[in-house]
């Protein structure tokens, strides 16, 4: 269902066309939005743990470190293709159960299948014909591919209606939207607390005793037992909102508005990518200085745990418990570097006064992230200066965890970087949605745009991180000091090219309404 806005002509550009939505109906009770927002701390749960256990679980099924990397491009694929085709057939569903909560549902499901793959990977190949040594599981690996593509596709199947459910509930209030993104983005910030706690928990497989398996060893039931108690969290959260808070069946259609569609072929990515062709001036430096900052960011977030376990603390994967150790710490880093995003995410506002505007803050962070990612040679170097092995004679050639200084080192980086990464959520879409409405243009489209510019060098990184790392080597650093470079260039960019937005009064009103990404 598509029509011009207003005052736009026949020839408006296709970045100018938005799709129009039902009128808005009455906002619904606060208790009804907190019950649908809280579903985010589920979504997010398990999104925590993707981030500081998997890279590592894959290594131990045998899949070697510069492959690891694709498996993510599950994430900015799905990203891409998922969220506009849920989004869009959302918007024009006409189930008897309501435009977004039968997607919401679907996506719940498709998650349990997809933490039952990944949870039971190693014992779904050990039955098939994997051995339980050391070494490649292929049978295991093809199981755990197919479940963690699936999380991904039902991730992004749930997030998008959900704030579109959100937004559906506050009736058009502009008040109760900017409450609802406000719960939303709390919500996730308790996803992700909890997802790091229970990831950095090494006794979490107690609950479940059937978890240890003969093929399933100590971090294997561990990350199986988290999966679990996610997956029973977002059902939790899911049923009671979905019974708790019900849609209006949307009508079908006008028979004009489907001619409409049907003429414009298909809907979905013919304005995405069409609308690349009108862009204004902003919006390209906007995307400019976006893909340089996700290109920054996301070889931390695939290899922080990984980091910590084999730089910080000299661990192998397989050999000995050390990597465990490391990878443990890393979770409870990136448990405070939850903490502080979700401080850092209040404060956005006064920083960006404080500063003389959003423009200027971006700039100013982007600078924090490069040099939070030089440091990481730094700590890396500290705690390789600083090997030690037992004293005594039972433990003499056993590699000791690194010294405290090193270790807290390695945490007061995380926590620092929360600080750029509450930016990083709130001020690209803050400023899309301005640049946006000056230019006449719909919002939705505007933020499809500027999903491009994270998606695209998401998949950039994921093809090319492992190789470039195998270069210098293996490990990680090759990948944090381009992504340090990138940080710097993003910051340069911002200060020097991105326009400043028309009043900083505006630009602070809307980060209270801009939503996180993943």
């Known amino acids: 269902m598509e029509v011009k806005n207003s005052g736009a002509t026949a020839t408006s550009s296709s970045f100018q066309l938005q799709q129009q939505n039902p009128p808005p109906l009455a906002a619904e009770p606060l208790r009804k939005i907190i019950l649908v927002a809280a579903i985010a701390a589920g979504v997010q749960f398990g999104w925590a743990l993707q981030l500081s256990l998997l890279t590592p679980y894959v290594q131990l099924l045998g899949i070697p470190h510069t492959w690891a990397a694709f498996i993510w491009l599950c994430g900015p ?20 159960f309501g435009r977004r909560r039968p997607f ?41 591919v197919v479940g963690f593509w699936i999380l991904d596709v039902a991730n992004n199947m749930l997030q998008g209606p959900c704030r579109a459910l959100l937004a559906d509930l506050s009736g058009g209030n502009a008040r109760k939207m ?8 709390f919500f996730m910030a308790v996803g992700n607390v909890l997802g790091y706690a229970a990831g950095a928990y090494t006794r979490l497989y107690r609950i479940f005793p059937f978890s240890k398996t003969s093929a399933c060893d ?60 009108d862009l204004p001036r902003p919006m390209w430096m906007l995307l400019l200085v976006t893909c340089l900052n996700w290109i920054a960011w996301f070889p931390f977030l695939l290899f922080d745990t990984d980091w910590m376990g084999k730089e910080v603390y000299g661990g192998k994967v397989g050999e000995g418990n050390l990597y465990d150790k490391g990878v443990r710490a890393g979770a409870l880093g990136l448990m405070l570097n939850s903490v502080v995003l979700g401080l850092a995410s209040l404060s956005v506002q006064f920083l960006a006064r404080g500063l003389g505007g959003v423009k200027r803050l971006w700039g100013v962070v982007n600078f924090l992230l490069a040099v939070c990612l030089a440091m990481t040679v730094l700590v890396t170097k500290m705690a390789q200066h600083t090997r030690h092995y037992g004293g005594d004679e039972a433990t003499a050639a056993t590699l000791m965890p ?3 200084g090193v270790k807290i080192g390695a945490l007061a980086l995380f926590a620092v970087l929360g600080i750029p990464l509450a930016i990083t959520y709130s001020i690209p879409f803050a400023l899309a949605s301005i640049f946006s409405s000056n230019s006449g243009a ?19 990184v994921s093809v090319a991180s492992g190789p470039w790392d195998d270069l210098f080597g293996g490990g990680n650093l090759p ?37 996180g990404f993943h």
């Open 77 to 96: 694929v799905s990203g891409l293709l998922v969220q506009p085709i849920v989004g869009y057939y959302s918007d024009n569903c006409t189930s008897r």
């Open 104 to 144: 919401i549902a679907a996506g719940t499901a498709l998650v349990a299948v997809a933490v039952f793959l990944i949870g039971f990977a190693a014992d779904l190949g050990h039955a098939a014909g994997d051995s339980t040594g050391k070494g490649s599981k292929p049978r295991a690996i093809t199981v755990f």
């Open 178 to 185: 900017s409450a609802a993104n406000s719960l939303y983005s």
């Open 218 to 277: 100590l971090y294997c039931a561990n990350l199986k037992s988290c999966f679990l108690i996610s997956v029973a969290l977002l059902v939790t959260l899911t049923v009671l909102a979905l019974t708790m808070v019900h849609e209006k069946a949307a009508a079908a259609s006008p028979p004009e508005q489907a001619a409409t569609v049907k003429k414009r072929g298909f809907p979905v990515f013919g304005e995405l990518f069409g609308a690349l062709k």
């Open 402 to 404: 690194p010294v405290a």
């Open 442 to 460: 719909g919002q939705g489209l505007s933020l499809g745009v500027l999903n491009l510019a994270i998606v695209v060098p998401q998949m950039v």
């Open 479 to 515: 990948a944090f000091v381009v992504g340090a470079v990138a940080a710097a260039a993003s910051g340069i960019f911002a200060l020097t090219m991105l326009p400043s937005p028309p009043s900083d009064d505006a630009s602070t009103k809307a980060l209270s309404s801009a939503g």
